[in-house]
């Protein structure tokens, strides 16, 4: 812009002064009153250079290069970690891979039996029903429509820590007396956090993909069981 703005000025005055505008005092008296544009600029350019010198100055202090290389760490620490969930090496049991596969194959079914019984134990599955609670269940779970499931895959799978297994322990046990079994106490021995990838087709031949978030526990003599929920919904 001041480039600009001294190029119309410039040519204002040679303009001027090729056509003979007025008489020389005239000229004169007009330049001297007039205020000097040179001055305006280079205080401009001067404030311009300051500011540069200071923006300079402060990308290279040492503060602000310790800011840029713990971003950077923090940066390349958020991303090894997703490497490392996208290509977990935790391996899920053979048996607990059929439950997740049963369990997904009886959503896209609508069949809420088979689902309740991937879900409950079979003395909280009869509790459900005593108290009325798997009617509603089952009505929750039936949309009308079924898809054809083509492949599950598990993803980001985990293993879950002690205290998160504990917690899954207090989750079946609250829910055990909820539903009327005031004497029963569910173990829980380990688990996995996972994601299922489900690659489905709809009725009309359209493909479809998509995934899930769970749980699935291993409980004392019950086997494997789903818990509909994330591993942040069950430690929050």
């Not at 005055?13 to 000097?36: H, M, N, Q, V, Y």
């Not at 540069?52 to 991303?79: H, P, V, W």
């Not at 909280?124 to 079924?146: I, N, P, R, W």
């Not at 492949?151 to 980001?156: A, E, I, L, P």
């Amino acid at each position: 812009m001041k480039k600009i703005a001294l190029t119309v000025i410039l040519c204002s005055i040679l303009t001027c002064s090729a056509f003979s505008c007025g008489d020389s005092s005239a000229e004169k008296d007009r330049a001297e009153s007039k205020p000097s544009e040179s001055s305006t600029t280079t205080a401009g350019d001067e404030n311009t250079a300051e500011t540069t010198k200071s923006t300079i100055s402060i990308k290279d202090s040492e503060g602000y290069k310790n800011f840029r290389a713990n971003l950077q760490k923090k940066t390349e620490e958020i991303n090894e970690k997703r490497r490392k969930e996208m290509h977990n090496t935790d391996e899920m049991e053979k048996d607990a891979k059929k439950v997740v596969n049963e369990f997904v194959q009886a959503v896209c079914d609508d069949d809420a039996e088979a689902m309740a019984k991937a879900m409950y134990p079979e003395k909280m599955l009869e509790g459900m029903k005593a108290c009325g609670e798997y009617d509603e269940f089952a009505q929750s779970v039936t949309d009308g429509e079924t898809d054809k499931l083509d492949r599950v895959d598990v993803m980001f799978c985990v293993k879950m820590k002690e205290n998160e297994n504990a917690l899954a322990e207090s989750y079946m046990n609250y829910y055990a007396k909820e539903y009327g079994l005031s004497d029963t106490e569910y173990k829980v021995s380990e688990g996995y956090s996972f994601t299922a990838s489900m690659h489905t087709t709809h009725n009309d031949g359209t493909k479809a993909l998509g995934g899930e978030a769970l749980l699935i526990v291993n409980i004392e003599g019950e086997g494997w069981k789903i818990l509909p929920m994330s591993l942040k919904d069950l430690t929050e």
